[in-house]
């Protein structure tokens, strides 16, 4: 398996509250991807990194920000949590995109099971 | 926008009977396309990908998906299924140019012993 560690594992917290959630790879990847996962609605996509300071935003990145400062770790941050960001987050990393010249499939790490009160 | 759709979202099976599962998407351009498991309380790994060439792609664990561009679908297929596919499948579609992967919203297989 590749080396990706979600941190934490499992967290509950309250309405309004700042969380931050961590992703840490030791494959040296270039890019990193965060998705929240509902029953019904597969996975989306929150926000992506395709290297160090670069971000770019998926379908669902309202409420949410990430910052990437090292190659190794990309953070997702939801400034003031909601009920609705209740879900499972997953981190993914790829050696290069997923787009046509970019052939390479995403690989995830555990999960962090996000409970909003 | 790109959209995928994966029609069945329960699967109820014996074991030994055969498996398939229907994904289409929406992007008409040229595409990556990726099966994922997910087993319960586990990540999503990866069962096959196809980005070119022959469009019946073999995967692990006994699975194999086809690629029909004219019906725009990638359907998975297993033979004969075992109690330990018991898991959700995904189908993903990564678009060209692009970084980013569509899922479909999974369908959840249950294989009865």
């Known amino acids: 398996d590749a080396g990706i560690t979600q941190s934490p594992r499992h967290k509950v917290t309250e309405t309004g509250t700042p969380v931050t959630l961590r992703c840490h790879q030791t494959?040296?990847?270039?890019?990193m991807y965060w998705y929240r996962q509902d029953p019904g609605h597969g996975l989306r996509l929150i926000h992506y990194s395709y290297g160090v300071k670069d971000t770019d935003k998926g379908e669902v990145s309202d409420g949410y920000s990430v910052s990437r400062s090292k190659t190794e770790d990309f953070l997702l941050t939801l400034e003031s949590a909601t009920s609705s960001q209740t879900s499972v987050y997953f981190c993914a990393i790829s050696e290069s995109g997923s787009g046509l010249n970019s052939n390479q499939p995403q690989h995830f790490g555990d999960g962090t099971r996000l409970s909003i009160l | 926008a790109q959209s995928v759709s994966q029609h069945n979202h329960h699967v109820i099976l014996s074991e030994a009977a055969s498996l398939e599962l229907g994904c289409n998407y929406s992007y008409g351009g040229t595409v990556n396309l990726f099966w994922y498991v997910q087993y319960p309380g586990q990540h999503l790994q990866l069962l096959l990908k196809y980005f070119s060439g022959d469009p019946l792609v073999k995967g692990i664990k006994g699975f194999e998906a086809e690629f029909i561009k004219s019906k725009f679908s990638f359907n998975l297929r297993k033979p004969s299924v075992q109690w330990s596919d018991t898991a959700e499948y995904f189908c993903?579609?990564?678009?060209?140019?692009?970084?980013?992967?569509?899922f479909g919203g999974g369908t959840r297989v249950l294989v009865k012993p």
């Open positions: 993903a579609v990564g678009k060209a140019a692009g970084n980013k992967l569509t």
């Open positions: 494959e040296n990847h270039r890019y």
